[in-house]
């Protein structure tokens, strides 16, 4: 439920999650008789809303087993398709995400004779349509560059590092509200002790010999006959929003609102914060709760002025869930207790265990498509129970204050 830094994070799972999967394969080379190649990765991509999650990546191309010195190799079309799981599609579809697209940087090491670089391949993720359950697949395409390489010998390609620069939009086609900002970048770290050798094959001698190239080769720039634009990414400070782990989001809000009790004119102002972290595959949340101490002025059959202080004990977290309708349901088990309270200015109650004698079952719940990110207003009735401790006017206190159908109205914002 609440979004802590909140807003400061879903989703998460965004989005970027889903493209992770697209930019693995942004290196190839070649020319000459082509094999197919395939690569499974798993990476850790860090994600707003959800953190590190573990994504898969699967790389599929026909790259050349051999390349002559000296001769362009020409582009290579690539695919890579991700799978990704209905953790996912929830993240995203809580935060009103209907379509991701965007662009990813592969990165990549050449290790050949005279030739030791590391290349960066960018990747065009295709715009694709969140389902609205179960998991689902994303695919992207590029062109690898076509290099030169100057001298005949064993070369090896392997594959690393990722950065996603994803743009998630609602149904309307606007920016879905992703907090610190939307396009986002995710970073994904490669998982270690894997294979990542895409591919190992032979440069040939061209023309019986080395050829020198035309520019001294470069440690860090190869020399190409076609260089697609590469994109230079930076990577920000983590989100704001707590990161969950194992598929839970953790999200949190300021609360401010009022109740109004039944038996009595006037309203009680309500402050405070909630922190939720919400399971995924499951749509529940347990969160902690804090209203602060209020002062309630209200008045007794219209006419009499009492005034009260007002503190809230949690019996329990509060838990609650996102319906199939988007609506979130909260309950949250209170004790009331009035510690001070005054009639025509004179205290008549000044116990610390004036308090209801069972707690309060607030029940609350939001509209259709309640937005985890900005937040919302939530309402619900209560009961409130007899008080006890209250001093030689407790039956006085607890006949006004014990009530059924108080109304509680509060609106949640992001921190």
Do not use: W
């Not at 609102?257 to 309203?267: A, R, T, V």
């Not at 619900?380 to 006004?400: E, Q, R």
């Amino acid at each position: 439920m609440n979004h802590r830094r909140g807003s400061k994070k879903l989703t998460a799972v965004l989005a970027s999650v889903t493209t992770a999967g697209l930019v693995g394969a942004g290196l190839f080379i070649g020319a000459g008789t082509s094999a197919a190649a395939s690569l499974d990765l798993n990476y850790g991509c860090t994600f707003p809303l959800i953190d590190v999650q573990p994504v898969k990546i699967q790389i599929n191309a026909s790259i050349p087993d051999t390349i002559t010195a000296g001769v362009p190799t020409g582009e290579f079309q690539i695919e890579a398709i991700s799978t990704l799981n209905e953790d996912t599609t929830t993240g995203l579809k809580l935060v009103k995400v209907a379509t991701i697209e965007g662009t990813a940087i592969s990165t990549a090491h050449i290790s050949a004779p005279d030739f030791d670089t590391d290349l960066e391949v960018p990747v065009t993720v295709e715009k694709t349509a969140i389902p609205a359950s179960g998991g689902f697949t994303v695919k992207a395409t590029g062109k690898t560059p076509s290099l030169k390489f100057p001298k005949a010998g064993p070369i090896k390609i392997t594959v690393h590092d990722i950065v996603l620069n994803i743009t998630a939009k609602k149904a309307d086609g606007t920016l879905a509200s992703i907090p610190p900002s939307n396009p986002f970048e995710a970073p994904c770290a490669q998982d270690p002790g894997q294979n990542n050798v895409l591919k190992e094959g032979e440069i040939l001698p061209g023309g019986g010999g080395t050829t020198n190239p035309t520019t001294p080769p470069s440690t860090t720039n190869p020399t190409t006959t076609t260089q697609p634009p590469v994109t230079t990414t930076t990577t920000k400070p983590p989100v704001t929003t707590t990161p969950g782990g194992g598929g839970t989001v953790k999200y949190g809000y300021n609360l401010a609102g009022k109740s109004n009790l039944k038996n009595m004119s006037g309203d009680v102002p309500l402050k405070g914060t909630i922190d939720a972290n919400l399971t995924l595959a499951t749509k529940k949340f347990t969160a902690d709760l804090v209203l602060n101490p209020a002062t309630a002025n209200l008045s007794i059959m219209g006419f009499l002025p009492v005034v009260s202080r007002v503190e809230f004990v949690n019996e329990a977290q509060t838990t609650g869930s996102i319906e199939a309708d988007g609506a979130l349901k909260s309950n949250s088990l209170l004790t009331i207790k009035l510690p001070q309270v005054s009639l025509f200015g004179f205290p008549i109650s000044q116990s610390a265990d004036c308090k209801t004698v069972t707690p309060s079952d607030i029940n609350l719940a939001s509209a259709p498509d309640f937005d985890v990110i900005a937040g919302g207003q939530l309402t619900g009735s209560y009961t409130i129970a007899p008080l006890k401790g209250c001093g030689s006017f407790n039956d006085y206190i607890s006949g006004f204050a014990a009530s059924s159908g108080n109304t509680i109205a509060v609106n949640l914002t992001s921190k």
